[in-house]
């Protein structure tokens, strides 16, 4: 079995979603970037502060700012029986670190979602600011109105996914973040799997590559 996994993929592509229903079946840890960023953003810390800006205008937190946070993460002793990172790495140097801090993968996965679908995806998203759970507006509704299904915080729209900043996001991600798949291919790690179609549809053909290691 894999378990040292990454989620590759542009904003909208369900990376998270996915990341968490796997980390619940396989009871590993889902290491979000985003979420650890917005949870610092929101208690006011040295590190939130500084992400502040990058993130309100959707553009990428300053690499040494995000290796940081995600070695200490890793030092922790619940991802001895693997990890779902998320969201990281989004840039070649974070994985070159990443490789250089002696961190292995087994799989990284690389969701993809048309462009189009993307956008309203992303502009109907409900995310739960305590649990990080995302829900849809029209196609993926909460049981209760505004009410995570999750936790039963109440859901936010996220300051990014206005469809401005999610532009922003998109063209950081194709200039940044798509190299990865190159990256990660050259070192037979790559797995693609299509975003599209119903979520337990999309987790099962995670599973296949997950279980076939
Ligand atoms: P996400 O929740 O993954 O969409 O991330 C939200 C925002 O947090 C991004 O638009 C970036 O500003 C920042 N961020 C999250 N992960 C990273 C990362 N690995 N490198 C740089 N910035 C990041």
Redesign the pocket.
């Known amino acids: 079995m894999r378990t040292r996994l990454m989620m590759l993929g542009p904003?909208g592509a369900g990376k998270?979603t996915q990341a968490q229903r796997l980390a619940e079946a396989l009871r590993i840890p889902q290491i979000?970037?985003?979420?650890m960023?917005r949870a610092a953003k929101a208690q006011g810390t040295p590190l939130g502060l500084e992400?502040a800006g990058?993130?309100d205008r959707?553009?990428?937190?300053p690499d040494e700012v995000?290796v940081g946070i995600v070695k200490e993460r890793l030092a922790g002793a619940d991802v001895a029986q693997g990890f779902i990172l998320d969201?990281?790495?989004?840039?070649v140097p974070?994985a070159e670190a990443l490789a250089e801090a002696g961190v292995q993968l087994d799989a990284v996965i690389n969701v993809s979602v048309p462009e189009d679908e993307l956008m309203a995806r992303i502009t109907g998203r409900l995310s739960c600011p305590s649990c990080g759970a995302a829900f849809h507006r029209d196609n993926h509704p909460p049981r209760q109105e505004g009410t995570c299904d999750a936790c039963g915080s109440a859901l936010i729209v996220r300051k990014?996914d206005s469809a401005e900043v999610f532009g922003q996001?998109l063209r950081s991600y194709q200039a940044k973040t798509a190299p990865l798949a190159a990256f990660y291919q050259d070192r037979g790690l790559l797995f693609e799997v299509e975003g599209t179609g119903p979520l337990d549809v999309i987790q099962a053909r995670i599973r296949d590559i997950v279980d076939a290691g």
């Not at 979000?32 to 979420?35: E, L, V």
């Open positions: 904003p998270g979000s970037t985003g979420d960023l992400a990058y993130m959707g553009e990428l937190v995000v969201g990281f790495p989004r840039t974070q990014d996001r």
